[in-house]
Nanobody, 117 residues
Framework: QVQLVESGGGLVQPGGSLRLSCAASGFTFSGYAMSWYRQAPPGKGRDLVATIRSYGGITNYADSVKGRFTISIDNAENTVYLQMNSLKPEDTAVYYC?????????WGQGTQVTVSS
């Protein structure tokens, strides 16, 4: 059974940091691009935050998070991370992990990140 399970969300003050994790089971990262998306408010479309290719480690970031967020991958642990620093209130959202190959897409269930004082 394929699963993507996100964790690490929570409440943090502006300027703080969080690290999100996305643990995959039922498939391996080889051949997939792994991404983090966010959605806020509920009902709005999901916006791409960052992507990393499991092959080669090439990364891409949304302009709004460049220099603050870092996506990384541990192929041995089948886990993708999103290190989020200098968090702002506008980063508040549900964060989703996505795995995409040329033929298949998987989504996680999401984890809430709230940035507030």
């Amino acid at each position: 059974q394929v699963q993507l399970v996100e964790s690490g969300g929570g409440l943090v003050q502006p300027g703080g940091s969080l690290r999100l994790s996305c643990a995959a089971s039922g498939f391996t990262f080889s051949g997939y691009a792994m991404s983090w998306y966010r959605q806020a408010p509920p009902g709005k479309g999901r916006d791409l935050v960052a992507t990393i290719r499991s092959y080669g480690g090439i990364t891409n970031y949304a302009d709004s998070v460049k220099g603050r967020f870092t996506i990384s991958i541990d192929n041995a642990e089948n886990t993708v991370y999103l290190q989020m620093n200098s968090l702002k209130p506008e980063d508040t959202a549900v964060y989703y992990c996505k795995a995409a190959s040329t033929t298949t897409i998987y989504w996680g269930q999401g984890t809430q990140v709230t940035v507030s004082s």
